[in-house]
């Protein structure tokens, strides 16, 4: 586990109560891939109004994009070493190993967080996080003070982690002995089961109406009543995530899992993904353009990171989900990124369903980048 320390949000401008005697609320952000859990995080410390704020950003994949652009966000008061990053492996499949420690450090510290923030890997399952915190180094000295799921609502609405029930039950009279399982349906599931808060974000980017008829589908998914709120960006006020109050560790019978029968154990053997290593590319809208074509073609789910562009002395930050990619040129290389012919090299971390052709994928990205890179 990499030994960082927390995230000082702004200043000490409030005056919290001895450890001793008051447990550490944490918030959970999960969401399904690309549904904007981290932007939505950055807005929340960059509104923390002086509010010691610790976060732990988790990944799935061996390498930390989610991490590291939080890193280069600009925040005042946030510093490269200020991040805990446990990768390769959700929080929920870790929580032995790294997670209990990295909270026993954080409340161990002469100067505790007032509040915590734990943004998991997208293909996270949140309940086995939640009775983590049932563990005896940390359960009388933390709470979980709410889990709140943000939705990709474009995505959502486009049926894209859903079941079509009646299809299901066409599919399963003509074939009885087919085993229908949906494992992204089942994750997106989970993460709604778990909530407190449910986010519609982007949802400027549905049609005029849509936002309203979602959410009244979602709230049938749902377990039981929970506040759904809109959000374009996730910018939302802190004030409406932080303070929940829900204990969830206590609450975990109103919040059911498709995993519940084997006690939290999963693996995810649904889901694979792989990282890239790219040189510069002739252009931003070359790029764009190969990967939503490969996106497309490959059925893949998620793609992001950083790469070069031809004349660009800054790194071009891009952030998929299926075909929809945004992006932006965040921060000048650093010496760590070049090669050892001092060129900046690029990576992308590509996540999907188990089985990608990881060959064609890569060739397909060298195919389109120019032969000498600057």
Same mark, same amino acid.
Do not use: Y
């Given at each position: 586990?990499?030994?960082?320390?927390?995230?000082?949000?702004?200043?000490?401008?409030?005056?919290?109560?001895?450890? %001793?005697?008051?447990?550490?609320?944490?918030?959970?952000?999960?969401?399904?891939?690309? %549904?904007?859990?981290?932007?939505?995080?950055?807005?929340? +410390?960059?509104?923390?109004?002086?509010?010691?704020?610790?976060?732990?950003?988790?990944?799935?994949?061996?390498?930390?994009?989610?991490?590291?652009?939080?890193?280069?966000?600009?925040?005042?008061?946030?510093?490269?070493?200020?991040?805990?990053? /446990?990768?390769?492996?959700?929080?929920?499949?870790?929580?032995?190993?790294?997670?209990?420690?990295?909270? $026993?450090?954080?409340? &161990?510290?002469?100067? @505790?967080?007032?509040?915590?923030?734990?943004?998991?890997?997208?293909?996270?399952?949140?309940?086995? +996080?939640?009775?983590?915190?049932?563990?005896?180094?940390?359960?009388?000295?933390?709470?979980?003070?709410?889990?709140?799921?943000?939705?990709?609502?474009?995505?959502?609405?486009?049926?894209?982690?859903?079941?079509?029930? &009646?299809?299901?039950?066409?599919?399963?009279?003509?074939?009885?002995?087919? &085993?229908? &399982?949906?494992?992204?349906?089942?994750?997106?599931?989970?993460?709604?089961?778990?909530? =407190?808060?449910?986010?519609?974000?982007?949802?400027?980017?549905?049609?005029?109406?849509?936002?309203?008829?979602?959410?009244?589908?979602?709230?049938?998914?749902?377990?039981?009543?929970?506040?759904?709120?809109?959000?374009?960006?996730?910018?939302? =006020?802190?004030?409406?995530?932080?303070?929940?109050?829900?204990?969830?560790?206590?609450? /975990?019978?109103?919040? @059911?899992?498709?995993?519940?029968?084997? =006690?939290?154990?999963?693996?995810?053997?649904?889901?694979?993904?792989?990282?890239?290593?790219?040189?510069?590319?002739?252009?931003?809208?070359?790029?764009? $353009?190969?990967?939503?074509?490969? %996106?497309?073609?490959?059925?893949?789910?998620?793609?992001?990171?950083?790469?070069?562009?031809?004349?660009?002395?800054?790194? +071009?930050?891009?952030?998929?989900?299926?075909?929809?990619?945004?992006?932006?040129?965040?921060?000048?290389?650093?010496?760590?990124?070049?090669?050892?012919?001092?060129?900046?090299?690029?990576?992308?971390?590509?996540?999907?369903?188990?089985?990608?052709?990881?060959?064609?994928?890569?060739?397909?990205?060298?195919?389109?980048? @120019?032969?000498?890179?600057?």
């Amino acid at each position: 586990m990499n030994q960082h320390h927390s995230q000082a949000a702004g200043g000490s401008g409030h005056q919290p109560a001895p450890a %001793a005697t008051r447990k550490i609320p944490v918030t959970v952000i999960t969401g399904f891939l690309g %549904a904007g859990k981290t932007t939505l995080l950055r807005h929340v +410390l960059e509104n923390a109004g002086g509010r010691r704020i610790a976060v732990i950003v988790n990944e799935f994949g061996s390498l930390g994009i989610d991490g590291e652009t939080l890193r280069a966000c600009g925040i005042a008061g946030c510093r490269d070493e200020d991040i805990v990053e /446990l990768a390769n492996g959700c929080l929920c499949c870790t929580v032995a190993d790294d997670f209990v420690p990295t909270m $026993q450090a954080l409340i &161990d510290r002469d100067e @505790p967080p007032e509040h915590i923030v734990i943004e998991t890997s997208g293909l996270a399952l949140p309940k086995p +996080l939640l009775k983590a915190f049932s563990w005896p180094a940390i359960r009388s000295r933390l709470t979980v003070d709410g889990v709140v799921t943000v939705v990709d609502a474009p995505a959502v609405s486009a049926g894209r982690f859903a079941d079509d029930p &009646d299809a299901v039950a066409a599919q399963r009279a003509a074939d009885p002995s087919l &085993d229908h &399982d949906n494992p992204l349906a089942e994750v997106f599931e989970d993460q709604l089961g778990a909530a =407190d808060l449910v986010v519609l974000n982007k949802s400027d980017l549905l049609e005029a109406g849509r936002a309203e008829s979602l959410a009244a589908e979602l709230a049938g998914m749902l377990p039981r009543a929970v506040k759904i709120v809109p959000a374009v960006d996730g910018r939302l =006020d802190p004030a409406v995530l932080l303070g929940l109050g829900a204990a969830a560790e206590g609450d /975990l019978a109103a919040r @059911p899992s498709h995993h519940d029968a084997v =006690d939290g154990e999963h693996e995810h053997d649904d889901f694979e993904s792989f990282v890239l290593e790219t040189g510069a590319f002739d252009s931003t809208e070359q790029l764009l $353009q190969r990967l939503r074509d490969l %996106a497309e073609e490959h059925d893949i789910l998620r793609i992001k990171g950083f790469v070069p562009v031809m004349g660009k002395t800054m790194r +071009l930050a891009v952030q998929g989900v299926g075909a929809r990619f945004t992006h932006q040129f965040d921060r000048p290389w650093l010496a760590a990124d070049l090669d050892d012919a001092g060129q900046p090299r690029g990576h992308l971390v590509v996540i999907g369903r188990t089985g990608l052709d990881r060959g064609a994928i890569t060739a397909a990205v060298e195919a389109r980048q @120019p032969a000498t890179a600057a």
